[in-house]
């Protein structure tokens, strides 16, 4: 969790987004987002494709990154 946390701060500074911008974005709770990104909680495969929704990238991507990271 805390490796993909970690990809999910990476880009959500890099597309300049608040938590609060992301949480509304990806339709989740800004909270939830901010333990996505300190590793707290392991995201389904659904909340996988609603950030990489949000990102405006496919999952394979987002999931490219957690392999490279």
Not at 1 to 9: C, L, N, Q, T, V
Not at 19 to 26: N, V, Y
């Amino acid at each position: 969790p805390k490796k993909f946390g970690g990809i999910i701060r990476k880009r959500r500074r890099a597309a300049s987004l608040s938590q609060e911008a992301l949480a509304e974005a990806a339709k989740l709770h800004r909270t939830y987002i901010g333990m996505l990104g300190r590793g707290e909680r392991t995201p389904t495969l659904v909340v996988v494709q609603q950030l990489a929704d949000a990102f405006g990238i496919s999952m394979v991507d987002l999931i490219r990154d957690l392999e490279e990271g």
